[in-house]
């Protein structure tokens, strides 16, 4: 019984899958063992497994659909290098890195394997040209972005952190020279980032004025001031810090390299959100920087907010994934359980917010394909950018909201990873620009008029 057990587990798997998970399936039961066996077995058996098959099915049961956020099919309009690329990550996250998340979102602590297991993607540094980085289009930036943020939002925070603000400052603000010191390294993730804009004092004033401040003493810069959020500060191995200029006032853009003694990064507790994410308090004190450590072609913050312009659009896909996560866990959840005597899935209170929660996520995943088309056109504008964090980030909120509802208690439970996407969605609410401030990004753009207070 114990061998019919397995086979009809393993044939009622078969029917609910699709081409990837086969592979996956691959890895995890010797299909042609287990086929062999099956040609193996005589009359009898095999009459006697067909009736098992066949009465063990309950009344009323029948194949269910595969459980998958990507309604409108979107992964067809990739190459099939792109979407080998997509699955790669999707395998790695699901196989290797969802197995640690609850455990250290818990704790409040970074899985640091995660960095050996993504040098294995080659996925830093995704659409900038040389330094050792891919090339692709952006496009792939923000469907990788969506991968990684599906299943856990910290990782994915850590790795838009690095690639994009850290990394995506030096490609567009540094000199060659800096470029070729930093791009190659932290491309194979053998040098970490992070990205300083964000103070205690100045959060969505940045624009306006940071208190940070930076000097050249004849000899070197000296940068004083403080940093709050900083994410993977802790532990990078250069932060990009942003400081007003006392002479022209203008933003500069530093590279504070770690262990330099003016520089004090100390990590923040107790955040309800991103709890990998380890962020820091950064206290800069007569913070000494070698003129060829400041960005060459940072000159004031139109250029940090060329940066801004390029990562806000990955931070919209990772709205995304974040939504699209908390929808798949839902779905399964709701077939799965059942009240009155039935799935939960089958009542149609349910499956309208599924339904919504899908509707959802495919209005935020079309109109990121569309913004990534743009930037890989070179079309993309700041009001392009804010649209899709607002509305993603919106749209993201009620989705997880949703998901959570539809698993009553457990929707509050790690275990069933619904509950951390809710408290993700916070931060990312947050940050890269609130909706406000995004929104008068818009506006301004649409109206003419610019509504930021002065
Ligand atoms: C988890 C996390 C990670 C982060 N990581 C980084 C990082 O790595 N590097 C970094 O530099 N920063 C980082 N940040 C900072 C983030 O970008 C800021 O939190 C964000 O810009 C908002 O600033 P604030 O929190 O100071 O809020 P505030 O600016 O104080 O805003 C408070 C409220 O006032 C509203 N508001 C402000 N101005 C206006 C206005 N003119 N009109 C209407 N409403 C307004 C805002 O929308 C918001 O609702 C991170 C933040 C979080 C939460």
Redesign the pocket.
């Known amino acids: 019984m114990a061998f019919f057990g397995k086979v009809r587990n393993t044939i009622n798997l078969l029917k609910n899958i699709d081409l990837d998970q086969l592979t996956k399936i691959n890895q995890q039961i010797d299909l042609s063992e287990a086929m062999k066996t099956l040609g193996n077995l005589d009359e009898n058996q095999l009459k006697g497994l067909m009736k098992m098959l066949k009465t063990k099915r309950r009344k009323g049961q029948h194949d269910l659909p595969p459980i998958d956020g990507d309604f409108y099919n979107l992964d067809l309009k990739l190459t099939e290098e792109q979407r080998e690329l997509q699955l790669k990550v999707r395998n790695l996250m699901e196989d290797e890195v969802r197995p640690l998340i609850n455990d250290h979102w818990n704790r409040a602590k970074f899985p640091f394997e995660v960095i050996e297991m993504f040098k294995k993607l080659n996925i830093a540094g995704i659409p900038y040209e040389g330094y050792g980085c891919p090339n692709l289009p952006f496009l792939m930036e923000g469907v990788i972005a969506q991968e990684i943020a599906r299943v856990d939002v910290s990782i994915s925070?850590f790795f838009g952190?690095h690639s994009g603000?850290a990394m995506g400052s030096i490609y567009l603000c540094g000199s060659e020279e800096q470029k070729q010191e930093w791009l190659p390294k932290m491309q194979k993730l053998e040098a970490i980032g992070?990205?300083?804009?964000?103070?205690?004092?100045?959060?969505?004033?940045?624009a306006g004025g940071l208190e940070t401040t930076c000097r050249f003493d004849g000899e070197h810069w000296v940068i004083n001031g403080q940093?709050?959020?900083?994410?993977?500060?802790t532990f990078a191995d250069v932060i990009v810090i942003?400081a007003r200029d006392e002479d022209s006032n203008q933003v500069k853009g530093f590279l504070v390299r770690k262990g330099n003694p003016g520089f004090k990064a100390e990590k923040m507790e107790d955040?309800m959100?991103?709890r990998i994410?380890q962020?820091a308090l950064i206290t800069l004190t007569d913070c000494k920087i070698p003129d060829s450590d400041r960005l060459k072609k940072a000159e004031s913050f139109r250029d940090t907010a060329k940066v801004l312009k390029m990562t806000r659009a990955g931070v919209a896909w990772q709205a995304v994934g974040c939504a699209r996560g908390a929808y798949e866990s839902a779905l399964k959840y709701t077939k799965k359980r059942e009240q009155f005597g039935r799935p939960i899935a089958s009542y149609q209170l349910i499956q309208n917010h599924l339904v919504e929660m899908l509707s959802n996520l495919t209005a935020m995943q079309t109109l990121c394909f569309r913004l990534s088309e743009l930037q890989d056109q070179d079309l993309l504008k700041d009001e392009h950018a804010s649209m899709a964090k607002v509305f993603t980030s919106m749209r993201m909120r009620d989705v997880v909201s949703r998901a959570r509802e539809v698993m009553g208690g457990n929707g509050i439970l790690l275990e069933y990873d619904v509950a951390r996407f809710v408290a993700d969605a916070?931060?990312i609410y947050?940050?890269?620009?609130?909706?406000?401030?995004n929104s008068?990004i818009v506006g301004r753009a649409i109206t003419g008029y610019s509504?930021?207070?002065n």
């Open positions: 925070t952190v603000l992070a990205f300083g804009l964000t103070e205690p004092n100045v959060g969505s004033g940045v940093k709050k959020w900083i994410g993977n500060a942003w955040k959100a991103l994410v962020n916070e931060a947050s940050y890269e620009g609130t909706k406000e401030i008068l509504a930021f207070v």
